[in-house]
């Protein structure tokens, strides 16, 4: 346990009222599916553009009603065991000289075990104020899959990032995440890394009516601050979206290293790693939510004073158990191994 306090110790400090309301709750959630499906942008389009791998409960499909999802699944990959909502994001491939893709295995977080693939979640309270959970029916996207450049406003940055492990073990992870550009880029980092960690920060306030949204954004703002303003000083929200939601963020841990071979990266010096929706810039990682806690579990959580992968009043379950959760792939196709094309991206 002292590992993993260590490995978000920054996040923490970084908490206005750390120790004193605010809530952290930190768990990891082995992938359910690699597949390429997705209900909130494209859904009941089989196949949509792009593969995603997915976490959480087994109500996932291309197409999931916007109800109370906690009762549609049955089951969670994820160590929260009423936690049935599911989270996708873009897997990573490395792209070989001769065009072939083999995609970026993931490994257990730094102080996890257990889990396959996968992402840790975190979710957390800011203490300043009262945080609300997400409602039942609640999604909600961040990023966007289109995106190729550096964002426009500055404080895009922290919205998600790559960190660049300097060395073994997660060297270089104990500060908060996207805020130091010393190891933390907003695409790939451009050399060698002993593996690359990706954040995503989903916004934190809600307009307090609508539970999605066309674009899946507009029902959601950021913080006044800008995305990083919610673990400095407590995350102030605009007046359209006055309510204050969990932060909730991702991170995924790539393993690069079986890549790290400079006679296996493109001649004219760039670097390797491109997202499944076909892009070499990293830009376009995108996270997608949809809410399925149980009852009012997630409330619990946030208001609980938690730290870590445990809380007062709430359920776990171990990776081994959360490992026999599965969905069946809907869409056939090989996303392991040397393929000659991304799925989908025409690459
Ligand atoms: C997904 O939806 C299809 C079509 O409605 C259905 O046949 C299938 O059982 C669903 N899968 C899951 C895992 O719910
Ligand atoms: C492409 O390159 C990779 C890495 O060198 C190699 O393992 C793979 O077999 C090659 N694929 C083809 C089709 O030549």
């Known amino acids: 346990m002292l590992f993993s306090l260590l490995a978000f110790t920054a996040l923490v400090q970084a908490l206005p009222n750390a120790g004193g309301g605010g809530s952290l709750v930190r768990f990891p959630c082995s992938q359910i599916v690699i597949d390429r499906i997705d209900p909130l942008v494209n859904p ?3 196949p949509s553009p792009h593969i995603h791998q997915v976490i959480g409960g087994n109500a996932f499909n291309a197409t999931i009603p916007s109800t109370d999802v906690s009762s549609l699944a049955t089951c969670t990959t994820c160590s929260f065991a009423e936690d049935l909502s599911n989270y996708w994001t873009a897997n990573m491939y490395f792209k070989a000289r001769n065009g072939s893709y083999k995609r970026v295995p993931q490994i257990p977080n730094r102080g996890n075990t257990g889990e396959t693939g996968g992402v840790t979640v975190y979710y957390t309270s800011s203490g300043a104020g009262k945080t609300t959970a997400f409602k039942p029916g609640f999604r ?3 990023g966007d899959p289109m995106r190729r450049e550096a964002g426009v406003n500055p404080s895009m940055k922290m919205q998600s990032c790559y960190r660049c492990y300097k ?3 997660f060297k270089g992870d104990d500060l908060s995440p996207c805020a130091d550009p010393t190891v933390d ?7 060698m890394c002993s593996g690359i960690r990706t954040n995503l920060h989903f916004p934190t306030c809600w307009d307090g009516k609508n539970l999605d949204s066309p674009d899946h954004k507009s029902h959601i703002a950021y913080p006044t601050a800008g995305p990083a303003s919610f673990h400095t000083d407590g995350g102030a929200c605009p007046s359209t979206h006055p309510v204050k939601l969990p932060q909730l963020m991702l991170e995924i841990v790539w393993d690069t290293t079986q890549f790290n071979d400079k006679s296996l990266w493109p001649e004219d010096g760039s670097q390797p790693f491109v997202l499944s929706t076909g892009d070499p810039t ?3 990682q995108h ?3 949809v809410f399925g806690w149980k009852g009012d579990a997630l409330q619990k959580a946030m208001d609980g004073a938690c730290f870590g992968a ?3 009043g709430l359920k776990t379950q171990n990776m081994a158990t959360a490992n026999k959760c599965a969905v069946p792939k809907t869409v056939n196709e090989n996303t392991e191994g040397w393929i000659d094309k991304l799925p989908g991206t025409g690459n």
Request: glycine letters at 20%; a negative charge; one cysteine or more.
């Open 44 to 46: 009941g389009q089989i």
């Open 140 to 142: 909600m996207l961040v």
């Open 167 to 169: 060395g073994p073990n």
């Open 185 to 191: 880029t907003e695409g790939f980092p451009n050399k």
């Open 282 to 284: 990293g830009f376009s």
């Open 287 to 289: 996270g997608d939510y």
């Open 310 to 312: 445990t809380c007062t």
